[in-house]
């Protein structure tokens, strides 16, 4: 239904618009020559002072910001390629810098280890040495004093001895058989105690 | 009166009569959009024409132009098509802009005009002869001789040749205007349609009218791309000489 109004609306419409446009006067506008003459003046006029001005004054300027951004690029990209270059340089430079300085410090803390451990070596040794001085001393002081003591015991022995006979008997005996006596057993003793 | 298709076509004067010697220069309608269009090319690349290395969008619009047309002449007439670049710019772009202000509702299309477009076209067929007759002389003349043609049948491809480049101006013109004056005519028939059926049956005549008003657009652009290109086939001709 609705399709047949669309359809009758149109086909009247048409018929409608057909009489409207064949009541006027028909024919292409195009060619009536009475402005003809006054087209192509205004033409030549307008389209050359277009090519004109365009060919001396702006497609110079368009084509010289094309040449010059061109350019501008190109030396960009040079420049940045210079220094990308310059960067490398430098990045193996200062890898070199870094790898020597880690060998010298190792190489220092080597040295240094060495020179420590030689001082310690040489002071352990020196200290042994004293060490070993101050037992031979000490054992010689030993040897002495046992010897020295030896004689002061029998000493004080036979100064006892005496006294002790003085004071039971009331009367001095000769010291020197008492000392005689006293060594003779002390000496007994000593080899008894020294294991001898 | 405005329901005849053919109305939008009328030339009419503006302002007052001008003649020398008694041939009528008077400024029309269609003067008053050749000058529109001129002077738009002119103030869109005169805005493109900064000196930023950054372009801005009038900028890159006015040298994506320049490139186009550029690679357009390189591609099809080579690089001895170099010093007619100015010309072949500054008539597509005319012709662009021409086509392209015809499809603003009301206004008028320049290019819709045979004598405009057989104007032109008799310009490029003329200036391009000349060109190959100074490049080659009379030698020019061996474009109508293709090689490898039996001897019998010479004399008929020798006219049929001729025949062929006398009408390239007719070809040339016709091309452009007609399409611009179908074009026209027909958004303008589907618009009275519009009118007649009213708000019931309107719709259908108004979808073809804005399908038509996209692909009028596209033909604009197309027409003034086929006829730079067609120049520039031309002036490949003229330039070098192949036959």
């Given at each position: 239904?609705?399709?047949?109004?669309?359809?009758?609306?149109?086909?009247?419409?048409?018929?409608?618009?057909?009489?409207?446009?064949?009541?006027?006067?028909?024919?292409?506008?195009?060619?009536?020559?009475?402005?003809?003459?006054?087209?192509?003046?205004?033409?030549?006029?307008?389209?050359?002072?277009?090519?004109?001005?365009?060919?001396?004054?702006?497609?110079?300027?368009?084509?010289?910001?094309?040449?010059?951004?061109?350019?501008?690029?190109?030396?960009?990209?040079?420049?940045?390629?210079?220094?990308?270059?310059?960067?490398?340089?430098?990045?193996?430079?200062?890898?070199?810098?870094?790898?020597?300085?880690?060998?010298?410090?190792?190489?220092?803390?080597?040295?240094?280890?060495?020179?420590?451990?030689?001082?310690?070596?040489?002071?352990?040794?020196?200290?042994?040495?004293?060490?070993?001085?101050?037992?031979?001393?000490?054992?010689?002081?030993?040897?002495?004093?046992?010897?020295?003591?030896?004689?002061k015991v029998i000493k004080i022995a036979i100064e006892t001895s005496s006294d002790l006979v003085k004071?039971?008997?009331?009367?001095?005996?000769?010291k020197?058989?008492l000392s005689?006596?006293v060594?003779?057993?002390?000496?007994?003793?000593?080899?008894?105690?020294?294991?001898? | 009166?405005?329901?005849?298709?053919?109305?939008?076509?009328?030339?009419?004067?503006?302002?007052?009569?001008?003649?020398?010697?008694?041939?009528?220069?008077?400024?029309?309608?269609?003067?008053?959009?050749?000058?529109?269009?001129?002077?738009?090319?002119?103030?869109?690349?005169?805005?493109?024409?900064?000196?930023?290395?950054?372009?801005?969008?009038?900028?890159?619009?006015?040298?994506?132009?320049?490139?186009?047309?550029?690679?357009?002449?390189?591609?099809?007439?080579?690089?001895?098509?170099?010093?007619?670049?100015?010309?072949?710019?500054?008539?597509?772009?005319?012709?662009?802009?021409?086509?392209?202000?015809?499809?603003?509702?009301?206004?008028?299309?320049?290019?819709?005009?045979?004598?405009?477009?057989?104007?032109?076209?008799?310009?490029?067929?003329?200036?391009?002869?000349?060109?190959?007759?100074?490049?080659?002389?009379?030698?020019?003349?061996?474009?109508?001789?293709?090689?490898?043609?039996?001897?019998?049948?010479?004399?008929?491809?020798?006219?049929?040749?001729?025949?062929?480049?006398?009408?390239?101006?007719?070809?040339?013109?016709?091309?452009?205007?007609?399409?611009?004056?179908?074009?026209?005519?027909?958004?303008?028939?589907?618009?009275?349609?519009?009118?007649?059926?009213?708000?019931?049956?309107?719709?259908?005549?108004?979808?073809?009218?804005?399908?038509?008003?996209?692909?009028?657009?596209?033909?604009?652009?197309?027409?003034?791309?086929?006829?730079?290109?067609?120049?520039?086939?031309?002036?490949?001709?003229?330039?070098?000489?192949?036959?």
């Amino acid at each position: 239904m609705l399709k047949k109004i669309i359809f009758q609306f149109l086909a009247l419409s048409f018929i409608f618009t057909y009489n409207a446009q064949s009541a006027e006067s028909g024919g292409m506008p195009q060619l009536n020559p009475e402005f003809w003459i006054s087209q192509i003046f205004w033409l030549v006029l307008t389209f050359g002072l277009l090519f004109i001005i365009l060919s001396k004054f702006i497609l110079p300027k368009i084509s010289n910001n094309l040449e010059t951004r061109k350019s501008q690029i190109l030396e960009n990209i040079e420049t940045a390629d210079k220094q990308r270059e310059e960067t490398e340089k430098k990045v193996k430079e200062f890898d070199k810098i870094i790898n020597d300085t880690k060998v010298e410090a190792k190489n220092f803390f080597n040295s240094e280890r060495q020179k420590v451990l030689d001082d310690i070596n040489n002071k352990r040794l020196s200290l042994e040495k004293d060490i070993e001085k101050e037992i031979i001393k000490a054992d010689e002081e030993i040897d002495q004093l046992k010897k020295t003591s030896q004689e002061k015991v029998i000493k004080i022995a036979i100064e006892t001895s005496s006294d002790l006979v003085k004071q039971l008997i009331g009367e001095d005996i000769n010291k020197s058989s008492l000392s005689a006596i006293v060594e003779d057993l002390s000496k007994k003793e000593m080899e008894k105690h020294n294991g001898i | 009166m405005a329901a005849n298709p053919m109305y939008q076509f009328n030339v009419y004067r503006i302002g007052p009569e001008i003649k020398i010697s008694n041939i009528d220069i008077s400024f029309t309608n269609a003067s008053l959009f050749m000058v529109i269009s001129s002077l738009a090319i002119l103030i869109i690349f005169n805005l493109g024409t900064k000196r930023s290395i950054i372009p801005n969008k009038i900028q890159l619009l006015a040298e994506l132009s320049y490139s186009f047309i550029s690679k357009m002449i390189s591609d099809t007439a080579g690089s001895k098509a170099r010093p007619y670049f100015s010309f072949i710019f500054s008539l597509f772009m005319f012709v662009l802009f021409c086509n392209m202000f015809g499809m603003i509702p009301y206004s008028f299309t320049v290019t819709s005009h045979i004598i405009v477009t057989f104007v032109l076209a008799a310009f490029i067929f003329i200036g391009v002869t000349i060109i190959g007759f100074i490049k080659h002389g009379l030698g020019y003349l061996k474009l109508f001789v293709p090689s490898g043609v039996p001897m019998v049948l010479l004399p008929l491809i020798v006219v049929i040749e001729i025949i062929s480049y006398l009408s390239r101006p007719i070809s040339l013109s016709v091309r452009l205007f007609a399409n611009m004056m179908a074009g026209h005519t027909m958004m303008k028939v589907f618009g009275g349609f519009v009118v007649s059926l009213g708000i019931v049956g309107g719709w259908l005549p108004l979808g073809f009218s804005v399908a038509l008003t996209g692909l009028e657009i596209l033909v604009a652009f197309l027409q003034a791309y086929v006829f730079a290109i067609l120049t520039c086939i031309y002036l490949n001709d003229a330039l070098n000489l192949h036959h």
